[in-house]
């Protein structure tokens, strides 16, 4: 896939940001606001389960939705950065309480492919990506509100996977972490380290002082949970890939590293629903019903 440069990067634009974080899967969720207006969006939501039990509760939707309310705020985009692993997204509750379009990367198609056949969907699952309100293409642009935002595809996590320029803030799901973090595996089924360099090197491209916020962190050597750096500091001390670390060097250390992680604790609900945009698939009889394949993961 040919990269195409972002277009319409605006500096003088500065979104209003307010993060979320959710500690049972160190997720932060974003509300990010026009400055010039009453429209936001939301990105990368959580629905709270306890898979255990097999429970769903909304606590951290809730959370956001009364922000929205409690504000005054119109919702125009329900933004997924990519399929998720490590939680269910809560995009069709938001939609439900506040509207709103849900948008992911088109790759989404090749993703659900590849688990529409590890969970053994049926063909009444759809693997065109119709479960979501729209797919960014790289480069395509949206408005929230008088800002213009833009898609730029960043595979190598997960083939879907976009980092969301909205004016000085961008909005890089798991394709980087802080910089004491570094950067998200890559041994997923579509994962590549080779084209996690090179997203990478395409986020790093971008404007130093840009603001970039991070879809998970995990407080490494007990620091305070953190999700904001810039792409200036990434640069100089991200530990994967700061400092002029070579494709080669990045792709040889992901795949050592990678052999030493778990598996995500909710990888097998996430993967189900995330794919469906949200949707908790049913069983023949309506009831909502998650699969559990054996040596499939």
């Known amino acids: ?3 195409k ?3 319409h990067l605006n500096m003088d634009v500065s979104p209003e940001v307010d993060g979320f974080f959710d500690p049972a899967s160190n997720t932060i969720s974003y509300i990010v606001k026009d400055p010039n207006s009453t429209s936001c969006a939301i990105i990368d939501s959580v629905l709270d389960m306890d898979y255990a039990a097999g429970r769903i509760t909304h606590d951290s939707a809730d959370a956001l939705i009364k922000s929205v309310q409690d504000r005054g705020l119109t919702l125009e985009w329900i ?3 990519h399929v998720h692993a490590d939680h269910l997204s809560a995009a069709p509750y938001i939609q439900q309480k506040l509207g709103g379009k849900v948008g992911v990367g088109a790759r989404i198609t090749e993703v659900q492919k590849v688990f529409g056949k590890v969970f053994n969907e049926g063909t009444e699952f759809q693997r ?3 479960q979501f309100d729209a797919l960014f293409e790289d480069g395509d ?9 833009c898609a730029m595809a960043t595979p190598g996590h997960t083939p879907a996977c976009m980092v969301h320029v909205i004016g000085d803030a961008a909005f890089a799901g798991d394709t980087l972490f802080m910089p004491d973090g570094g950067s998200a595996r890559a041994d997923f089924p579509g994962g590549d380290a080779g084209q996690l360099y090179d997203s990478i090197q395409r986020v790093l491209a971008l404007p130093e ?3 970039l916020f991070i879809c998970h962190d995990y407080g490494p050597g007990g620091r305070d949970i953190a999700w904001e750096t810039t792409v200036g500091a990434q640069k100089a001390a991200n530990i994967h890939v700061g400092e002029g670390k070579t494709r080669e060097e990045f792709i ?5 590293r990678d052999a030493q992680l778990a598996v995500p604790k909710l990888i097998i609900p996430s993967l189900q629903v995330n794919m469906r945009a949200g949707e908790i698939p049913c069983d023949s009889d309506g009831n ?8 499939g993961i």
């Open 141 to 149: 642009c949206y408005t929230i509100g008088t800002m213009t935002a």
């Open 209 to 211: 002082d840009m603001r």
């Open 288 to 295: 909502p019903t998650l699969k559990v394949p054996l040596n």
């Open 128 to 130: 065109d990506g119709s």
């Open 5 to 7: 440069e972002i277009t």
């Open 1 to 3: 896939m040919e990269n």
């Open 252 to 256: 040889e250390f992901r795949k050592e």
């Open 79 to 81: 933004i997924e950065t």
